[in-house]
C-alpha cells in the first residue's frame, strides 16, 4: 500500500520558519500531483500549496502566498513545504495530498498529519 508520512511540524513563535516534507513509505507510482492543507480546531480543512508533477505548476493559497514555498522532488516522490514568518493563524494540522499526475479528481491520498504551533 502506498502511504505519504509528514514531518517537520512543531512549535514556533511568530515570525519563525518551518519546513515540512511529506515522503512516500511504501511501493507505487512516481507521478504524483503533490499538496498540502491545513485543518485548525474547529475549522474545515483548507488548501494551503499544490505544485503538479508535469511542469512542477506552483499554486498557492492568498493567506499563504509570499511566505510558504512549496517544492517537488520527482525522484523520491517528496514535497516539502517551506514556511516564514509563521503567524498564530498558521497554527493547525498540516496534511501532505496526493492524486495521479494530471487528473482533475481529488486527491485521495492522505498522510496522517503534522501539528504546527504558532504563539505570538
Known amino acids: 500500500q502506498v502511504r505519504f508520512v509528514e514531518s517537520g511540524g512543531g512549535a514556533v513563535q511568530a515570525g519563525g520558519s518551518l519546513r515540512l516534507s511529506c515522503a512516500r513509505s511504501g511501493r507505487g507510482l512516481s507521478m504524483y500531483d503533490m499538496a498540502w492543507f491545513r485543518q485548525a480546531p474547529g475549522q474545515e480543512r483548507e488548501f494551503v500549496a499544490a505544485?503538479?508533477?508535469?511542469?512542477?505548476?506552483?499554486s498557492y493559497a492568498d493567506t499563504v502566498k509570499g511566505r510558504f514555498t512549496i517544492s517537488r522532488d520527482k525522484v523520491n516522490n517528496t514535497a516539502d513545504l517551506q514556511m516564514n514568518s509563521l503567524q498564530p493563524e498558521d497554527t493547525a494540522i498540516y496534511y501532505c495530498a496526493v492524486k495521479l499526475a494530471g487528473s482533475p479528481g481529488p486527491y485521495n491520498f492522505w498522510g496522517q498529519g503534522t501539528q504546527v504551533t504558532v504563539s505570538s
Open positions: 505544485i503538479t508533477w508535469g511542469r512542477g505548476t506552483e
